[in-house]
């Protein structure tokens, strides 16, 4: 009787803990990461009660008194909110557009070419932008669309007059989205590469031997087994769709165009390090943590009901 309530999982097994013994390597490497989210991803989850207090620094977040939803009404009556949150939404939406099927299309490309050294030369380049500050980066691009830069130099040689380009919103949205993904392009193209190499080579070579050449393989083959990669990643793309890129537009942006280039985050920043109006800044990232995960769940329930539930999260 005892064996047979064993087998069915209500007496556990004198060495349960087995396999934690036998990988307590692997789990003891675990500690660093868990601890550093707890410290600094759900400890700090108890500040969020200051979207809902009129936080006062001399009484701490226990003595400051309660407002309920005050900061939130405060906001959605605020005008310059819904434009700084169109500015949030377009950018990202552009980056999306634009910047997600570009790494899929690297990784694509570059998988069908065969000279090995010269596909690791690509690769490395290509890299590089990530691990450069937007600090590094950002006077780069204020050099080169400067009015003494070399892209005005050209537009002189074809009698064209200079443009402050980064101080004009009709061009400043455009070199955001550009830079953007030319910073990472090819970092992200990086779990693409992995998922092809994991690709089973005899489906490339029936292919060939039916005569299909190197774009049919790439459309046919590789393109369709990325999918489920594809899907997860476009999930977890949407949860940033009001995250336009803090470092970026920080260190590009002026006051000439925050018409076009004021975001969600630009905005926390002068209302709570600047103003040190904490609480509403506290509301705004609460309210932008809401919609982000609205938003994963709909794009969730979207690809399951596309018939891909193995792709999706949950």
């Not at 790439?218 to 336009?244: E, H, K, N, Q, W």
């Not at 800044?281 to 794009?299: M, Q």
Request: net charge positive; proline share 5%; no cysteine.
């Amino acid at each position: 009787m005892r064996t047979a309530i064993k087998q069915v999982g209500m007496i556990p097994e004198k060495n349960s803990f087995k396999p934690f013994k036998k990988l307590k390597v692997l789990y003891l490497m675990l500690i660093p990461g868990m601890l550093y989210y707890l410290i600094f991803h759900y400890i700090p989850m108890y500040g969020v009660v200051l979207a809902f207090k009129d936080y006062h620094i001399m009484e701490g977040i226990l003595g400051s008194p309660w407002v309920g939803l005050k900061h939130f009404q405060d906001l959605f009556s605020d005008p310059y909110f819904f434009s700084v949150l169109k500015n949030t939404v377009i950018i990202s939406f552009y980056k999306l557009i634009f910047g997600f099927p570009i790494p899929i299309l690297f990784a694509l490309l570059l998988s069908e070419i065969t000279n090995v050294r010269y596909k690791k030369a690509v690769q490395t380049v290509s890299y590089l932008p990530h691990f450069m500050s937007w600090v590094v980066l950002g006077g780069i691009i204020f050099t080169v669309f400067s009015l003494e830069g070399p892209v005005n130099g050209v537009m002189k040689l074809f009698g064209v007059e200079p443009i402050l380009f980064l101080a004009d919103p009709t061009y400043f949205r455009t070199i955001l989205i550009v830079t953007s993904i030319y910073q990472g392009f090819g970092w992200g193209s990086i779990i693409y590469f992995a998922a092809i190499s994991n690709i089973d080579p005899q489906l490339y070579e029936a292919a060939i031997i039916d005569g299909a050449g190197r774009f049919k393989r790439m459309f046919y083959i590789s393109a369709p087994m990325l999918f489920p990669v594809i899907a997860v990643m476009l999930i977890l793309s949407m949860s940033g769709i009001l995250d336009a890129g803090f470092d970026q537009i920080f260190n590009m942006y002026n006051p000439q165009v925050y018409s076009v280039a004021d975001i969600i985050d630009t905005y926390v920043y002068r209302q709570g390090l600047i103003e040190m109006n904490y609480s509403r800044a506290t509301a705004v990232g609460l309210f932008k943590s809401v919609v982000a995960l609205i938003l994963i769940i709909v794009v969730n329930k979207i690809v399951k009901w596309m018939g891909q539930e193995e792709s999706a999260l949950w």
